[in-house]
Every structure is written in structure tokens, then in C-alpha cells.
């Protein structure tokens, strides 16, 4: 009996436990999906995901992009852009310089603008009825300032004197004519002043262009080869000065525009080697004429006025100098005088290049630095011009301190 109780005990329990399985299984189904929602027609079209089927390409054939036309109009044709072209380098173009004959005289008025006072100043105390000491002191005085020197100025005075006495009554041309003898006894009319640049027997002639910093050396140069080309020369240009920053660009650029060609170095090189080397290019050229400009040397430099000298002794184991031309500053004076002697002390100075005359300067300084050096002036620069270089005419420099 008790057999049959548990029996039916345990047929109980596990058909419960198995009701409560299904019961459980039931309420675990998940529920029905939501209806889909309207489409938005603003939004954008899904992107396709990996692994969607593409659509199905139509049996069409496929067109050219050349086939393709634009909406409203023709096809356009495509056509590739033409490719850049370099520009090539501009060849400056070869300058035909001013003749040198004659340019003073044609400058003469922009000369006479500065030295009139000189001139002038001496005609007008000349003139007074009496010509007494003080008259006579004032003339010294006039000639003094005008950078003419002490002991020309006393010669100019005492010959003026003397002939002023016997000329007795002076009229103003015959004063006129009395000052231009005297002037011109004092510049100098019997001066060898052509540079020298033809020595017989061989060629190039070689010219060495000195002078301090600040006194247009290089454009000097530059501008005396326009002076030659204009007399038919060729030239080669040795940059020796290779010291100042662009001084090589600088005179290399005066020569381009004349067709002279540039020898030049390294910055901060050996000035003497590039001033042999100009020479030795001039030689293989066979050009008539050598310039080399040298570094604007402080006359108080010991040592660079040495390196100077050894510059002229390199350049003379090819062949001597012709010319040796010291450029001086004229608005400098006094203190020119002192650069020229110093100069002359290292190499001989054959000729004087006078710089800005045409500005502030007075025109005694051309009296004072030929007797200072025993050296003529040879050519003046009158302006900023390419062609203002001009070869130094006594004649047309007096006319223009006088003034007409």
C-alpha cells in the first residue's frame, strides 16, 4: 500500500515539473515585430553595406566620356592644358657709349655750376678801381679756400700782381683775359694726360685703378670702360676687390652692358691671384686693354697698403703696369692730399682720376694734388651719369671757373 502511495507521489511531481517547462517555454516567445514605419522622402537614399546585393547591371551598351553631353548644349571637347613654357634668360643688351672726345665741353655747364664762385669771386676783386693790400689779401683768401694750395696760390698772386701794375687801366675783358693765362700757367697746358693704354710691342695695356673706400673706385672703373669702348677698344675687367660685398657684381655688371668681360674670385680670395688671372684672360683674348680694380684701401691700414704693392708686383710678372690711376674724392680737399701721398709711397702713381667735381668741390683741389704728386689729371667725373667720365681739358676747366 505504501508502494502504491509513493508511486503516485512521484507521478505527481513530475508532471508538474513538466507543465512548468511548457508554461515557461510559452512565455518566452518573443513578440511579433512592429508594423513598418511611412518612408521619410526628405531623407537620403541608405548606403549600400558590405555584402548587399548590387543591382542588376541593364544590357546597355557602355558610352564615352567624349559621348557624354552636357545638359542644354553640344558635347565639349576636353583639351589637355598647354605646358608651361621656361622663359629663357634676358641677354642685357650691349650699350653703345658716349664718344670721350669732347665731353668736357659738353659738360662745361654743369661744371661751371660749382666752381663759378672761385672764378667769379676772383673777377670781381680784380675789378676794383684800387687794388690795395687788403684787396690783395682777400684774393690770397679766395684762392686758399677754393682748396688751390699755398704756394700756388702765392705764385698765382705775386704774377698777378705784377702784370695787373703793368697793365694800369683794366677793362673787364682784358681782366678776364689776364685771369684765364694766369689759370691755366697753374693747371698746367704742357701735361702728358692721355692714359696709357697701347704700349708698343705687346698687348693688353694693363691699368691699375687705386684709391680709398667712398671715392667711386669701382664705378670709376666701369666707367673707363665705357670710355675705351667708345675709342674702339676691347677690355677685360679683373674684380680685385674682393673685400667689398658686391664690389664683383658691380663692376661685372658695367661690363655687361659694354661687352667687356669680367674676371673675378671667391669673396674675401686673394686679390692678387684674380688681378694675375685678368691678366693672363686678357693675353688669351687678345683684348687691347687690362683694368683691375683693386680694394678701396684706409691709407692708415699698414698691411692692406702692403697687400696693394703686392698686387702690382703679381700683375707685373706678366708684363709692367701702363697706368697706375689713384681716384680722388674732389669734395674731400685737403684730406685727398694726404690719401694721394700716402699712395704714392706704395705704388707709382702715373695719373689722377677726380671724382664728383661737379657737387661741392672747388677746383683748386686740381692744382693742389698735380703739384702734391708731380702727376697730371687725367680725367674728371662730373655726374652720376654712365658717360659723365670725362678726360681732363684744361682749357674747357678754366672756362668754366671763369664763366663766360
Do not use: Y
Request: hydrophobic share 40%; no cysteine.
Amino acid at each position: 500500500m505504501e508502494t502504491i502511495i509513493l508511486a503516485v507521489v512521484i507521478a505527481v511531481v513530475v508532471l508538474g515539473a513538466i507543465g512548468g517547462l511548457v508554461v515557461g517555454s510559452r512565455r518566452k516567445k518573443p513578440l511579433p515585430p512592429p508594423p513598418p514605419a511611412a518612408p521619410d522622402i526628405t531623407a537620403p537614399p541608405a548606403e549600400p553595406h558590405v555584402g548587399d546585393e548590387a543591382e542588376t547591371p541593364r544590357d546597355e551598351p557602355r558610352r564615352t566620356i567624349e559621348e557624354v553631353g552636357l545638359p542644354g548644349g553640344p558635347p565639349v571637347a576636353v583639351e589637355e592644358p598647354p605646358a608651361a613654357e621656361i622663359p629663357a634668360p634676358e641677354v642685357p643688351a650691349i650699350e653703345v657709349p658716349e664718344p670721350a672726345a669732347g665731353r668736357m665741353v659738353r659738360l662745361r655747364t654743369r661744371l661751371s655750376r660749382s666752381q663759378n664762385a672761385l672764378g667769379k669771386g676772383l673777377l670781381t676783386l680784380l675789378s676794383r678801381e684800387h687794388l690795395d693790400e687788403d684787396t690783395w689779401e682777400e684774393i690770397e683768401d679766395t684762392l686758399l679756400t677754393a682748396d688751390v694750395g699755398v704756394r700756388p696760390t702765392q705764385e698765382l698772386v705775386d704774377s698777378l700782381r705784377e702784370r695787373v701794375k703793368v697793365l694800369g687801366t683794366r677793362t673787364p675783358a682784358e681782366l678776364r683775359g689776364l685771369l684765364r693765362e694766369e689759370l691755366l700757367k697753374l693747371v698746367g697746358t704742357d701735361m702728358d694726360r692721355r692714359v696709357r693704354t697701347e704700349p708698343e710691342g705687346r698687348r693688353p695695356g694693363i691699368v691699375m685703378v687705386v684709391g680709398v673706400n667712398g671715392t667711386g673706385k669701382t664705378t670709376t672703373t666701369g666707367k673707363l670702360a665705357r670710355v675705351l669702348v667708345a675709342d674702339g677698344r676691347t677690355v677685360v675687367l679683373g674684380a680685385a676687390d674682393t673685400f667689398r660685398a658686391a664690389a664683383a657684381d658691380q663692376l661685372q655688371t658695367w661690363g655687361e652692358r659694354v661687352g667687356a668681360h669680367t674676371v673675378r674670385g671667391p669673396e674675401a680670395g686673394d686679390p692678387a691671384s684674380v688681378a694675375f688671372d685678368a691678366v693672363k684672360e686678357g693675353k688669351e683674348l687678345g683684348v687691347d686693354v687690362v683694368l683691375i680694380d683693386t680694394a678701396g684701401r684706409l691709407h692708415t691700414k699698414t698691411g692692406l697698403m702692403d697687400e696693394l704693392g703686392k698686387v702690382k708686383r703679381v700683375v707685373e710678372k706678366h708684363a709692367p703696369l701702363d697706368e697706375v690711376l689713384l681716384v680722388l674724392d674732389a669734395t674731400t680737399g685737403q684730406n685727398g692730399l694726404i690719401q694721394a701721398r700716402v699712395f704714392a709711397e706704395v705704388v707709382d702713381i702715373t695719373g689722377i682720376v677726380l671724382t664728383k667735381l661737379d657737387g661741392t668741390a672747388k677746383g683748386g683741389i686740381v692744382v693742389a694734388v698735380q703739384r702734391e704728386l708731380g702727376v697730371p689729371v687725367k680725367l674728371v667725373g662730373l655726374g652720376e651719369g654712365a658717360d659723365d667720365l670725362a678726360p681732363f681739358e684744361p682749357e674747357a676747366f678754366v672756362d668754366a671757373l671763369i664763366g663766360d
